[in-house]
């Protein structure tokens, strides 16, 4: 009794046209991508390699035909049903058996579900096509091709990935043999009632959705620790048939689900059970859920700011409670961990949320540029307190509200709402990236957006909605560690911005060296120049001037760089340390700002320079390690004047104890030590007083005439704290020598 | 055959339940209000004179029982139906039949129809039971009450307008006979197809819902001129009952609808009639329809603004464009214009909108604090070319989404939207007023807000939606012409402005003497002191400061004034010049300001003092003439320096020519004069260059040093054009002699 699964064995082939035979086929991995089985199958070079990616892009016009045969199952015993379940297929695709068509789809997150009990025979021929990439009819070959479809845009090129759009099967698809009763949909809903987040009541309701005719419905809930907590039947009679089922449990003070930082990540466990007259179980559905609420508010003080006539709004609330507190959101802006998502799993996603989970982070925007992801993605954000911010699968384009494009947007984004509602990791909705900036050119009129508000509204009303991201009051941006038109660092920049979330920011660096000779061919390795691998990877001609190598920022800093290894070190230096100074102001900031996202996480293929903290798949930069270090709960902090000093200036950096953490902090001492070379200068102990959960202190501002530089031109600020080693904290800056500074600056004006 | 409608003759009483007979019961007038009913029959002094209202303070707490007998009438021939149809009762309320309750209903807006064909016999007692104002729980006595209802605010208290919150049957009640066979609806849907406005296409459709069973549906179109355009039919056999039947004409070059100064506001007709075999009419319905497309676009230069980084979002769209063309909003805000919305009716709204049509203004924002009005007003905007934004019942509260209150928004907006989406003048929903500030507390988050979004896109997806007013960009206020704490004048903070629409700004004054003295008792009328009639009517202890007479306001430009005729004039021209000054600025600062709407238009009872530019019930304040001249589609204008002039000084006011005008303006000569007592001065001729369409020309600046002051110590700016004379302006300001300043300034200190 029961369900089982059963895998299908597929091959791939290709055609200018969906009744075209294709004339060769080949094995194809299922998940996976149609130009991942080409090209293992003609044994195409490596597409990460150099610029072999345009070998691959014919492959994006192209009809690619899977097939399979149908294989022996066990007869079928009376009243069992044969299902052809497809959790996605990327991207308009259709279904043929034995050449007949069952089903036709356009949207990579609709999963859908075949019965096939009476069509199939062993040996018969399942076939699927799927049909070229979409493409806006006279749009430019770039991602406003993907601006009337629900098509992640990233595919079509962005400035740190390369115009690779995938296609095929790139989630789970296998036959599936259950009972003619069977659970089609068991969904729970967990609802915080309000109170003290300590001594809190929660409810929590199943949905079941059944098919067939069944004597009982019981759902059992277990606690974390796994300990049955409650159990409910319903008698289902004869109007069991695709009926809703709905059962509540009341549950005092539970376990709740806590953010990364604020607590343990709870989760309870449901267990639905199907059953005949006779008490067999005919089929079962087992999931998690996590105890919580999640809103966004307003800061402390939005109502209170003066504003003379006319008067506007105030900004949207931006802050998010979970559980009643008020938390500081420090995070990341996740995106397609690979080009192809088709061979994305519980592992490639596991290795990226552990580091971010490592560095302190509690949210994570899934950037709208790119895909929803699969199930796995979210149990781990679920285990692992990772709040997620998801985006609909919109991006830098006007999103025209065409009935075509409202249509398969309504469909996918429904289906979309109807995968992840239930997650207690699920924090906030947004209609996608940058959508109200010149850019893209839309407005809170767009249809497109008002859809999507709907829909959530409709089917998810209590997580939060944002039409996207930035809102007023929120930013996007800078991306660099020195504006060259301005000449202005991110320590200037910064403490001057006054944003109620900062969204995205960048810092570009290089990869380590060891990544870079994996894909940048010898000859071309050092120096790095523009029009080969190093630019098809995005260190040049990427984004705004000299990106995202920015060898004129480093050769302003440092001089020329002798090496490939000292020219990545150098770049690494400013990414971390402009990392770090974004996430702590932005934390000194706090409550007006609660919210600080780095652009971005990972990335989708090895770029050779970029702002991602992880290189591909799973390679940390020195950059992850500082932004761990700011992000921590509480942290030894200095406010920093520039980024270069000369001997001889005077060095005023401000001291700060930050603290988002939910518990409070004693007083104790907190001493300043600059380091140069060898030698070590105390510059001050700062006596900083008690605090709350979640206050900073900000402290004295240091006044210490520079002494002379060391060989290394560098020096470290070095911030500890007797009682709590660690808390301690170290800024690297340049120290030049008085005389020293015209070389340097000679080098920014070839 | 057909339907015929009988009136029924009520009375009213009032007790302490729902079940309690009312030991007295008075005749009522339907549509009406139980307070004027019960105040007409117990002699109640005038609630508008003196402090009388609070006499009536204690009927929002009362049941109120209406009752009728049925009359006789005319035997239901077989297959006839008798319906009791009502289109509002304020605001809870239930229906009984001898003794027996038919419907229960909480909302004013939603209309409602009771099949009596069974259940009547003449002589039987129909009851309607009114129940008490609607408050929520723990609030104090004020607004606040109204925040879990879809009561409008307003008659819980305002600035300008008195506790007093009616009750009763306010829109039309009647008994309907109807065949069997009868259209339940019949709505129309006209879309003007892209293309230049001149050649546009259209296609309209009809949607109509039938009840029983009838041969054939018949649809007529007539043009603006009556004559016959096009003529639809559908056969319904058999599976007429309760189906929807939908029919569409294309139209060619169809006459648009075009708002106020920019084109005819054409209205064809649709005739719709129900047909049985032998061609007998059994039902008709008719109504009226405007061709026109409404969007709201982003301004001219909007997404060119420079933005540093961290970047935040464009503001949002709020430049009306009509059928292709981009306008400026002329306009005001218009609130309840009765106390008692039930005695409203054609003729009351047609003495005030033909006034704001004869003062040239194109859009009309309906207040989220009142009522959304009766059909009435609607086909009088229509006719007159008057655009309609339109908000829901919600103003400065916060309306917690509880289920209860979200199931009654949800029941009355749907109701609104669909009594008013195919309106021609239908130009905006909004949310609601003031929403996003401090003093409502709602946020983008508010489900409130979510679920009008929800059902405006569900039912007219093509009407733009505002949350609320402000939004970024837009600006409320100010409401004084000079604020006390800054000093600042109009003149000075309006050019300082920079919104992309002003949706709200005041201007106060006193009512004409004549229509004070029909509500203030003749011992208290002059002069004038806070505690009794003037307080009560607003002119006291209303809002910020000394509003809304602003004693010290005109004391500190005109000294005392010894006459309730010399307050009242000085007042009003401050009013007057004070208004004159924002629209004009407003218009100057096209096109990224789209919008000037005053607070406000009318007034609900008559004001001792306020911002209204027509007081209770349609008496024109001075102020009106003036916005209508800064309203005229071409108009000479002056950007002024400030109000109070000194003899000796530079006299600096810069010419302009403002032109929202459809149509270009040839090139010509303005000249500009001041008139000081019976002398004249000849400032400027200005060599205007001839302008397209709505586009303004900024002129030269005069540089004149004032000369000795007349004994009314005003001076007159006079702009002319030879060709135009409709195009000249006036502006009045003061001119003191040199040493005389002081004297006035003392009276600031008191």
Partial sequence: MGRTKHALTWTVGHSDSPVTRPPVAVTASVP????????????????????????????????????????????????????????GIDYQFLIRLDGKELHRQEGMFTPFELELTQASAAGGTLEIVVYPAPKREGAAKDR??????????????????????????????????????????????????????????????LEAQLAGTADKLLWRLYDPAGRPVAE?????????????????????????????????????????????????????????????????????????????????????????????????????????????????????????LKLAHGAHMNLIRVWGGGIVNKSSFFDLCDELGLMVWQEFPLACNDYEGTPAYLDILDRESRSIILALRSRACL????????????????TDQSLALRLLNRNCYDLDPHTPFLATSPLDGMGHGHYLFRDAGSGEEVYQWMPRASCTAYTEFGMPSPAHERLLTRFIPPEELYPPEPGGAWEA?????????DTWLCRETIAHYFGPSDTLGELVERGQLLQAEGYKCIYEEARRQQPKCAMALNWCFNEAWPTAAGNSLVSWPA?????????????????????????????????????????????????????????????????????YPGLPPAANAPGPTVRFRLPEASADGRMTLRLETESHPEWTSSYTLLLRPATDAPRFQRTLNH
Wanted: glycine content about 8%; aromatic content about 12%.
């Fill in 619 to 687: 390679e940390p930069k020195p950059a992850l390690y500082a932004v761990g270090q700011a992000c921590r709960p509480v942290l030894a902090s200095a406010r920093i004047p520039k980024f270069a000093w000369t001997s001889g200036e005077w060095f005023e950096p401000q001291l700060w104890l930050l603290s988002d953490a939910p518990f409070a902090v004693a007083a104790g001492q907190l001493t300043a030590t600059l380091l140069v070379g060898e030698r070590s200068y105390r510059l001050l102990a700062w006596e």
């Fill in 144 to 205: 406003s091709q993907a601006s009337q479809s629900c098509k992640p845009a990233v595919s079509y090129g962005w400035d740190w990935h390369p115009r690779l759009i995938p296609l095929g099967i790139w989630d789970e698809l296998c036959l599936e043999v259950r009972e003619a009763a069977h659970i089609r949909r068991a969904e729970t809903f967990a609802r915080l009632l309000p109170g003290a987040a300590e001594s809190a009541a929660a409810s929590v309701r």
């Fill in 232 to 352: 409910r039947e319903a008698s289902l009679g004869r109007e069991a048939a695709d009926v809703v089922v709905r059962l509540d449990i009341a549950l005092d003070e539970p376990r709740l689900w806590w953010p990364n930082g604020h607590g343990e990540p709870s989760l309870y466990t449901s267990e639905t059970l199907l059953l005949d007259s006779r008490g067999t179980v005919l089929d079962t559905a087992t999931s998690r859920l996590g105890i919580r609420s999640i809103r966004l508010v307003m800061h402390e003080g939005a109502w209170d700011e003066p504003s003379a006539f006319p008067k506007s709004r105030s900004h949207p609330p931006i802050t998010l409670e979970v559980n009643g507190r008020r938390l500081f959101a420090k995070g990341t802006n996740w995106v397609n961990p690979d080009i192809f998502p088709g061979r994305l799993n519980r592992e490639r996603y596991g290795e990226l």
């Fill in 537 to 545: 990877h995005h260190a040049f001609g990427a984004w705004e001037g």
């Fill in 32 to 87: 996976g991508a149609v130009q991942l089985d080409w090209a293992r199958a003609e044994g195409l070079p490596d597409y990460a390699y150099g610029q072999n990616y345009l070998a691959y892009e014919w492959m994006e016009d192209r009809y690619w035909h899977y097939s399979a045969i149908l294989p022996e199952l066990p007869e079928l015993r009376a009243g069992q049903r044969l299902y052809l379940t497809g959790r």
């Fill in 427 to 442: 924090a906030i909705w947004c209609g996608g990236n940058e959508l109200f900036n010149a850019w893209s050119g839309m």
